[in-house]
Every structure is written in structure tokens, then in C-alpha cells.
Nanobody
């Protein structure tokens, strides 16, 4: 069984920074890509940033230049450094591990979500 455990959310003032972490555990052979989605109240879940095993990244236009995604393949962990946070960044942030290969199967897995609130 694969589990994703997120940490690092919280309350921060506009202009501040937070760093999210997501660690995948279990009998994992490989993970194709990891990333972060977010969902604000009354809105659809949207992709924030993703990173593939080789290191290629992509970002939502709204966070380019402010957020940085990184990955430690040896630890099956992905990070999201969020700088210059805005109230519009307030949401529940979800980690995803894409095409996780374990013994006999390949599946996607989601974390439980961590709340990020940007407010003065």
C-alpha cells in the first residue's frame, strides 16, 4: 500500500512564504511524476506544479515566478516552495504521485490535503 503524507501548510500573511512537503511511502519501485494541485472553496481542483522523474517541471501561469517545485527521487519526496503568497493562493493543497509502480501494479495516489491560508 502506498501512502502520501503532506506537511507544511498553515497561515501566512500576504507576501510571505511557505514550503510544502509530500513523502510517498510503501513498496515503491518508481514514480513517473509528482505534483501539487489545489482547490479553493467553490472552485475546481487545479494543477499548481508538476515535476517528472527526469526533473522537467511545469507550473500554472498564476504561480510562475513565485513557486518552485523540486523532488528528491531517492526519498520519493516532492517539495513546493511558495514565495510572495497572495490571498488568491488560499486553498487546500493536494499532492499527487503519478504512475507509481509497485509489485504488479501501476496507480496514481493522492495525499490527504493540507490547508494554506494567506491572510492578514
Amino acid at each position: 500500500q502506498v501512502q502520501l503524507v503532506e506537511s507544511g501548510g498553515g497561515l501566512v500573511q500576504p507576501g510571505g512564504s511557505l514550503r510544502l512537503s509530500c513523502a510517498a511511502s510503501g513498496s515503491i519501485f518508481s514514480i513517473n511524476a509528482m505534483g501539487w494541485y489545489r482547490q479553493a472553496p467553490g472552485k475546481q481542483r487545479e494543477l499548481v506544479a508538476g515535476i517528472i522523474m527526469g526533473g522537467g517541471t511545469n507550473y500554472a501561469d498564476s504561480v510562475k515566478g513565485r513557486f518552485t517545485i523540486s523532488r528528491d527521487n531517492a526519498k520519493n519526496t516532492v517539495y513546493l516552495q511558495m514565495n510572495r503568497l497572495k490571498p488568491d493562493d488560499t486553498a487546500v493543497y493536494y499532492c499527487i504521485a503519478d504512475r507509481v509502480r509497485t509489485r504488479g501494479s501501476v496507480n496514481d495516489y493522492w495525499g490527504q490535503g493540507t490547508q494554506v491560508t494567506v491572510s492578514s
